[in-house]
DNA sequence: TTGAAAGCGCTAACAT
DNA sequence: ATGTTAGCGCTTTCAA
């Protein structure tokens, strides 16, 4: 089955042989003529050696190439200096730059880090989660594209520390989110201090929470004449937004406030499509920062970053303290965006589009 | 350092215990009235065991919940299943299709996949790499941003086999990438069913070896005229070539093929800003089916998709193969890359845009 | 300061 | 068909 693309003939097979053994701590012991356990102390720093015997137990350790089997470790220390993250997310532009960041602070500290992409499949879930038990992860990390999607319920009691990255976990767990209002709260105070008067905002699905608190935000900074509108996740919707916007008789908004960088595109699209000049007869604002969309609009897209790697760090720094047993402030924890300034917004001192 | 966000009080902290010991094969044999090695050949459905107590041992186990040690076992058998997979790709595009994709064909063999994103950093590679032999992976696969990537040399001399995934290892490995030149035929191919009688090549940086293939497969089916214009991997460059293009006297191209969505998005927008219908005019066709990129533009995007997710599959299947020593051809396969038709090309029964 | 011995949880000879 | 024993590679009492 796999020489399905191949018309290779059979001695190009490439059939793997194990090399020699690696060497082990009894190698070790042997040539530096003492005893394993001897060894293990030296090599670990631990109890009472004399120096003489601790160097040259190392030097003969490095010199034959010794490292230490992290199974055999890891069954009598009883940690296994790894954890499992599982992911719904399939095109990885929120999932890996938080493992990223994961993975950096994990590094150090010798714990890996298991991916489980479950494709939001139960089956895939449970599977996942079974062969991260039965390989005595330390502990695991849920991700998921949107804070409120439920995690699966397999999660809730196991024998192992949890932390929800990006997804509001229960009150007595750890989670870390993107703090969704302090990230509109940005892009508003942007937008009014940069003088603008009608500041409208056209965003995603009610039904996500990150759209209520953004939208909430907003209301509460603008005020009365707060106009929120609500529709798909796509360009197609940020222009048929500004259809709506500019069709009818009213006051025009000198603002708009996304709540994506993919409806800022459209939005932008649409205002080139009718002449109006963006940044300066509209601002536009996104929020995501996915470099993909808001580097390549025209003008450059203004937005929000979420600061995923920071955050994938700080869940990395929290699950090895759990890991340690060591406490944690439970509850949710809201990570600061920043905010990234390009041409839309007219704030750069770079010669505006 | 945690409580940087949190101003909960110190009760509120979640330190994890960890609960009662897991039940080990000994707390199942006792519990049958049987010796650990007839649980174990109970259980591993190995040896003459008597259909009765095997049912009664698997039964118990099951009643009591035990899971066997897979860092036990892995220290006897030799294997660990687990394999690692190093990654240069910050964004994710390229890197967790695949990983879904090889994962997905390890799940059901109970191997699971350790994610390294080395950023580039040869520090984190090795660090990495170190981390994962102590852990006694049973393989590697290797996958970077582009095909030509040269792995990191520390890839050399392992004693445990490689593939390498979207990158083209050397002649005595295993690599998978996509198929480039069939790609590109079937872009020029579909562009010229359409009765296309100038179509032009806008592409990405001629260093990229995904590059001269391509264009070399588009000069050989579009012959004398064949015109390739190379820039970088941005929508700015699909502008700045339709401008090329049309500003001069000479005859105008009526189909436009793109080393990349990206630049195919350029093109299209570019096109439409002087008034030149797409496809009527000139039909487009993209490269990658980022679909953030090709479903949003106007009209929506046809183009080649590189089927990562399979690809994935296929290195998943080939380290399995690998890792229990069994052959596998050697050697560059190339996996089919599929064709998407949208809007832009004019070939589907869709209304136009 | 060092070494002998036990054991982490499991599998696999070998003996019964 | 089942049990006894040894051992995977390492750490860790405890004795010397």
Redesign the pocket.
């Known amino acids: 089955m796999l020489k399905g693309f191949s018309t290779q003939a059979a001695d190009d097979m490439n059939s793997f042989d194990d090399g020699p053994?690696?060497q082990?701590?009894?190698d070790v012991a042997s040539a530096a003529?003492?005893?394993?356990?001897?060894?293990?102390?030296?090599?670990?720093d631990?109890?009472?050696?004399?120096p003489?015997?601790?160097e040259r137990v190392r030097r003969i350790a490095k010199e034959i190439g010794?490292?230490?089997?992290a199974?055999?470790?890891s069954?009598?220390?009883?940690r296994s200096h790894t954890v499992g993250i599982l992911t719904n997310d399939t095109y990885g532009r929120l999932t890996l730059p938080m493992t990223a960041g994961v993975s950096e602070a994990l590094l150090d500290e010798g714990v890996s880090v298991f991916l489980c992409p479950t494709n939001n499949d139960p089956r895939l879930a449970r599977l996942h989660l079974e062969a991260l038990l039965d390989k005595q992860v330390d502990g695991l990390i849920f991700t998921a594209t949107r804070i409120d999607l439920p995690p699966p319920p397999a999660l809730a009691d196991l024998p192992i520390p949890v932390v929800h990255a990006f997804s509001e976990g229960p009150a007595d767990r750890v989670s870390f989110v993107p703090d969704d209002e302090q990230g509109a709260r940005l892009a508003v105070d942007h937008l009014m201090a940069l003088g603008r008067k009608r500041v409208v905002h056209v965003t995603g699905p009610m039904d996500y929470l990150a759209v209520r608190r953004r939208a909430s935000v907003y209301r509460g900074l603008i005020g009365a004449n707060a106009d929120v509108l609500s529709g798909e996740w796509t360009e197609e919707w940020g222009r048929e937004a500004v259809e709506k916007l500019f069709a009818g008789p009213g006051a025009k908004p000198d603002a708009v406030f996304c709540g994506s960088d993919e409806i800022a595109r459209g939005v932008i699209d649409a205002l080139r499509d009718r002449g109006v000049r963006v940044p300066s007869d509209v601002a536009v604002m996104g929020f995501d920062n996915w470099e993909v969309v808001s580097r390549q609009t025209r003008p450059p897209l203004s937005t929000i970053d979420m600061e995923l790697k920071a955050l994938g760090r700080r869940v990395g720094e929290a699950i090895l303290a759990l890991c340690r047993s060591e406490p944690v402030p439970f509850g949710i924890t809201r990570m600061p965006c920043s905010l990234v300034l390009r041409h839309s917004s007219g704030a750069t001192k770079d010669a505006p589009y």
């Open positions: 053994r690696r082990t701590i009894r003529g003492v005893s394993v356990s001897t060894a293990s102390n030296a090599l670990n631990i109890g009472r050696t004399s003489e015997t601790r010794f490292r230490p089997n199974l055999a470790r069954l009598v220390s009883r």
